[in-house]
């Protein structure tokens, strides 16, 4: 297992911008593909993004394309996801998540991923 500490969440407006990062510790990083899910009050957690184990390839949900990137740092054992032009319907609780995998296509359901972080709240306000 793979532990994961996510920071940058926070309140912002309607348009504005947040970059999250999530640190791993425990195993060797590179050998995980790396994703983020969120999930909002009464709603089941949702795949967001997600870059395989050297970043070749990327993935994100159709609300975020364009909006987001989600980018790797394999030196520094951590995966961001910039956030731009967030809109309110964007609040949850951000999650990062990793998978053991060394596929230039990772799975992107939330099963497949083994590893979880403890969440960060993003709050976008109108």
């Known amino acids: 297992q793979v532990q994961l500490v996510e920071s940058g969440g926070g309140l912002v407006q309607a348009g504005g911008s947040l970059r999250l990062a999530c640190a791993a510790s425990?195993?060797?990083?590179?050998?995980?593909?790396m994703g983020w899910f969120r999930q909002a009050p009464g709603n089941e957690r949702e795949f967001v993004a997600a870059?395989?184990?050297?970043?070749?390839?990327?993935y994100y949900e159709a609300s975020v394309k364009g909006r987001f990137t989600i980018s790797r740092d394999n030196a520094k054992n951590t995966v961001f996801l910039q956030m731009n032009s967030l809109k309110p319907e964007d609040t949850a609780v951000y999650y990062c998540?990793?998978?053991?995998?060394?596929?230039?296509?990772?799975?992107?359901?939330?099963?497949?991923?083994?590893?979880w972080g403890q969440g960060t709240q993003v709050t976008v306000s109108s």
């Open positions: 425990g195993r060797t990083f590179s050998l995980y593909a």
């Open positions: 998540a990793a998978q053991y995998s060394i596929s230039a296509y990772p799975r992107t359901t939330e099963a497949d991923f083994g590893s």
């Open positions: 870059i395989s184990w050297s970043g070749s390839n990327t």
